[in-house]
């Protein structure tokens, strides 16, 4: 009764706090809102062929760290996506609600499943951004290309988005969106590679700028960069062979005693199920689940060093 009484307080004081943090989201978001729209109205009346029509205007009562993780992930900022993302807590609910409780059923509410979102989330913002790297280089070189026939940064930029694919087509037309609106190519571009957390646009940016603002040979320079970025992605391709024993040593080590664990449950039900009703097996079964969750942390931990 203490357990559940305390219980219910933390998830009220949480609540409480949520709601207070998403009605002053909400209050500066709503000021911006108008202003988005108009832009996107604008810029969706041009008749150039790169601009893409006006996406679903973000969600008014979400934190600004969430829409731009999803950004990072490739995924929109919508309700649609938010509700995508939160349905798979129900059954999750219900599930610990009828085999484990009230307490921890709300542990899996506020704590286990927003880990297991967030890693999701990080998860496919790495192979965004991968995916994005791995495209960078070649879209240099057709930059490089269409300036050494003279054309301007600016066109041979554009001309350069209508021959790449996607995830890097989807970031080029933002640049070029908010160079149409008037903003300059290097801080439009300087500005996507912070929102999506790309140091290597960052760098492009750099080479825009010092070729728009001092001149010199841009050409030669996107060169240069475009063999420093292909052999930067070659190390750490080779490194990462090199280091793959190391990676499924991680993976397999974490994932025994899950496997063990589910084999259990299979095979003797009962075994599990009876150290979880007496008070001291849950304790053993609790601190055996916490021991697991550091010593996987450690192993990608020390994988990740590794490579």
């Known amino acids: 009764m203490t357990e559940a009484l305390f219980a219910i307080l933390l998830a009220s004081t949480l609540m409480l706090l949520a709601g207070m943090l998403f009605i002053r989201e909400a209050g500066r978001r709503k000021r911006n809102l108008a202003g988005i729209q108009r832009l996107n109205e604008v810029l969706s009346r041009q008749s150039d062929r790169l601009v893409a029509p006006p996406q679903e205007a973000p969600s008014v009562w979400t934190p600004d760290f969430l829409d731009r993780l999803l950004q990072r992930a490739g995924l929109q900022s919508t309700r649609r996506m938010y509700f995508s993302l939160a349905a798979p807590a129900l059954p999750l609910v219900l599930f610990a609600e009828l085999f484990l409780g009230f307490v921890y059923a709300l542990t899996v509410l506020l704590v286990v499943y927003p880990v297991l979102v967030w890693l999701f989330l990080r998860f496919r913002a790495e192979r965004f951004r991968d995916q994005l790297v791995d495209q960078l280089p070649s879209f240099l070189e ?76 841009a050409h030669a320079v996107l060169e240069r960069l475009s063999t420093t970025m292909r052999e930067r992605l070659r190390s750490q391709q080779e490194l990462k062979a090199m280091t793959a024993e190391t990676r499924a040593s991680a993976w397999i080590l974490s994932a025994l005693p899950v496997v063990v664990a589910a084999m259990t449950m299979i095979s003797n039900p009962g075994y599990l199920l009876g150290m979880w009703t007496d008070p001291t097996g849950r304790k053993l079964l609790l601190v055996a689940f916490a021991l697991q969750i550091i010593g996987m942390l450690l192993l990608f931990r020390m994988a990740r060093l590794r490579s």
């Open 142 to 217: 057709s930059i490089s290309r269409i300036l050494s026939v003279g054309c301007g940064l600016e066109l041979a930029f554009r001309n350069a988005t209508e021959e790449c694919e996607d995830p890097l087509q989807s970031i080029c037309r933002q640049v070029v969106l908010r160079t149409q609106a008037g903003q300059s190519i290097e801080d439009a571009l300087s500005q996507i590679a912070e929102i999506y957390g790309i140091k290597e646009l960052g760098f492009v940016a750099s080479v825009f700028h010092l070729g728009m603002r001092y001149g010199g040979n």
